[in-house]
């Protein structure tokens, strides 16, 4: 198939591991322990996406307490009274606050790459976290003798290490994960908060040459959790003109759940720069029920009405449990929705010709 098709993260985790976690958590059994039970969750996972002929695939994130929090699992220096993150529906997550400095990431995604090269026969994605979510660790109110710039510098040289562990190991692509780009237009509709978001992530960017960053990628959706969102609201016309000046190659926009799709895909294609490959939702998480092959293919033709089939590809709208406690949706259906997307996606490429 030569039209590209990748999950975005995670599936679901096995309910055993869901209740090592919270094990873990309460000091009731040790990292080891948790660590084991993590690498069965992640043979399986990686075994049943293949089985869905996805021709990538990730670690399913089993491992990982969230998409965003894997850096600071275990570190010292944190506080649990950071930053509320408000879902559509009332639930809220809840950030950790830094306390003192030098900050460095507990845990790298190279760590979690490694375990997944040793059971996976097709390329793996990696995940990573961007280096805007993890700013929100910092307090307004600052840390004495570790100021924001030093933080800052810390977030920029440890995020551009976990891109370059991922790329140097054997990923086959880099996927930043940006939900908090959407949720930023909505927390500060000036656009200033975004513009500081992308600016930070440049500069993570600006450690990597044009040719690593065209194996770089950066994913946005509307934040995805107990089958809700917390900015999907926000207009996509307020996020996609600044989406598009990171300096990657590939971006995964969530758009199967867009209420009005072809206004996004002609914004899309008015504000995507030459080069950049565009891979674009074809299922929805969220929604309880499994898309038809034909449903995705359609939403293929769909996008190329307005980008040329030559720069799509087709993903997942998000992971399908972000949260690693997050068991609103089964593996059952998460996998079954996987197996129409690639269906579908081969349904499109052969009315493309591909
Ligand atoms: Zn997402």
Do not use: W
């Not at 990538?56 to 275990?74: C, H, M, N, R, W």
């Not at 993570?204 to 999907?232: K, M, N, W």
């Amino acid at each position: 198939m030569t039209l590209p098709t990748e999950p975005i993260g995670s599936i679901p985790r096995p309910a055993q591991l869901i209740g090592a976690g919270a094990d873990l958590a309460a000091g009731r059994i040790t990292t080891g322990d948790y660590a084991r039970l993590a690498e069965a969750a992640v043979r399986l996972t990686i075994e049943e996406l293949e089985a869905t002929g996805s021709p990538v695939i990730t670690d399913g994130e089993q491992g990982k307490p969230s998409f965003a929090t894997y850096p600071l699992a275990g570190l010292d220096a944190l506080a649990p009274d950071g930053v509320v993150i408000p879902f559509a529906d009332g639930h809220t997550r809840q950030l950790p606050r830094l306390t003192a400095g030098p900050f460095r990431y507990a845990n790298h995604a190279a760590g979690y790459l490694e375990l997944a090269l040793r059971y996976a026969r097709v390329p793996v994605k990696q995940p990573v976290i961007a280096a805007s979510a993890l700013s929100l660790i910092y307090p307004p109110g600052g840390i004495d003798g570790y100021p924001r710039e030093a933080f800052v510098a810390d977030l920029v040289r440890e995020a551009a290490a976990d891109i370059r562990g991922a790329l140097d190991n054997g990923a086959h692509s880099v996927q930043i994960d940006f939900t908090e780009g959407r949720l930023a237009v909505k927390l500060d509709p000036s656009g200033q908060l975004l513009a500081s978001f992308i600016d930070l992530n440049n500069q993570v960017l600006a450690e990597f040459s044009p040719e690593e960053q065209r194996r770089i990628g950066v994913h946005t959706c509307p934040g995805g959790d107990q089958d809700s969102t917390h900015s999907a609201d926000v207009d996509y016309a307020a996020l996609l003109p600044g989406l598009f000046s990171l300096n990657v190659g590939t971006f995964y926009i969530q758009l199967a759940s867009e209420p009005d799709r072809p206004r996004v895909l002609r914004a899309i294609n008015e504000h995507a720069r030459p080069g950049q490959r565009i891979f674009v939702g074809v299922i929805d998480p969220i929604d309880p029920r499994i898309e038809t092959a034909e449903e995705v293919r359609d939403r293929v033709l769909e996008a190329a009405t307005y980008i040329e089939p030559g720069r799509l590809g087709t993903c997942d709208d998000s992971g399908f449990a972000p949260f690693g406690d997050d068991t609103s949706t089964s593996r059952e259906t998460a996998f079954a929705k996987i197996r129409a997307r690639v269906a579908g996606t081969q349904l499109a490429a052969r009315e493309f010709g591909l």
